[in-house]
């Protein structure tokens, strides 16, 4: 069993660094790549100079997902290198037309903030700090893409791995399995931490937004069945018992979504006023995800029939359903 070196590099979110793994041997590939941007740079370099290794030797870089920490310089490794970049069907499109695909979900985002009755006060920050992604993202050339289907297997480290479509975090996540050696490569959906679903819109329906967190829990339950040895994140460093991990973090998920129906019932109606509630002390960084992950809840909470949303000319209002009595 070949193990891949782990790189951290530098980014921008709460995980403060992101994971790049190389496999050197058929050929030099990477899995992710980091974000553009100078330090970045370097710390891939330093990674593979420790192991006598340099970027221009890399002939594959495999995307697990759609976001600037995971995608971002692997236009630019490419450039060096001339290596092939593989993305999902689903990462196509993020990968070749980024800054307009970019623009989309800043717009949606917008929106949301908008229907969830956020103050402006709030959203404008969060929507400008957005606007600077892209400089951080570099679209990648034609040349250089290769596709690959959800269903597919891919060769690398002398292997053939199972791509895995695993929605919650991202709808453009995939991981990959190897059923004889049983590494993982997890992306953001095994997490030392329970990940973000994050805000995102429909391809098919951009007016529409996906539930990642009802997603979410749907991938941990195909995951938890899976025969891992060993899982490789996106952030973090590798580890066992993905199964006890799962456990705990999905058993956090109901737990807040417990809370948030009590929130719901006690009379809280506007979605960012709830998670103000669930998230009383964090910081506006972190109050972000806090939103993100409330919608989730209530998405949970709205597919249990425990939460009705109405969505009326001020924004969305959400009331739980009336208890039945026994």
Request: proline share 6%.
């Amino acid at each position: 069993m070949q193990t891949p070196l782990r790189i951290e590099l530098p980014a921008q979110f709460a995980h403060e660094t992101v994971n790049v793994y190389a496999f050197t041997e058929p050929e030099l590939t990477l899995i992710d790549s980091g974000e553009a941007n100078q330090a970045s740079w370097e710390a891939l370099q330093q990674g593979l100079v420790k192991a006598g290794l340099s970027v221009n030797e890399v002939r594959k870089i495999i995307i697990t997902h759609a976001h600037v920490d995971h995608i971002g310089m692997a236009a630019q490794i490419a450039e060096a290198s001339g290596a092939e970049i593989w993305v999902s069907d689903l990462v196509y499109d993020w990968a070749a037309f980024t800054a307009e695909k970019w623009q989309s979900r800043v717009d949606f985002l917008q929106v949301v903030f908008q229907k969830a009755q956020v103050p402006e006060v709030w959203y404008k920050p969060v929507i400008a700090y957005l606007q600077e992604i892209p400089a951080k993202w570099l679209p990648i050339p034609e040349k250089y893409l290769r596709r690959f289907s959800l269903q597919d297997t891919l060769s690398f480290a002398g292997n053939q791995w199972q791509v895995m479509h695993a929605p919650g975090h991202s709808a453009s996540q995939t991981c990959f399995f190897q059923p004889d050696t049983q590494q993982f490569f997890s992306a953001d959906m095994l997490l030392p931490i329970t990940p973000v679903a994050v805000i995102e819109q429909e391809d098919q329906v951009p007016q529409k937004r996906v539930p990642g967190l009802v997603q979410m829990v749907e991938s941990f339950e195909k995951i938890t069945q899976m025969p891992i040895a060993v899982s490789y994140p996106g952030h973090g460093e590798p580890f066992a018992d993905h199964q006890g991990l799962i456990a705990k973090q999905v058993a956090r998920i109901h737990q807040r979504k417990n809370q948030c129906l009590e929130v719901v019932r006690a009379g809280v109606e506007q979605a960012f006023d709830i998670a103000r509630k669930l998230y009383a002390d964090a910081s506006p960084t972190m109050l972000f995800s806090g939103f993100a992950m409330t919608l989730g809840y209530l998405d949970l909470l709205a597919a249990e029939g425990l939460v009705v949303q109405h969505d009326t000319p001020q924004g969305w209002r959400f009331e739980a359903v009336a208890q039945k009595q026994v």
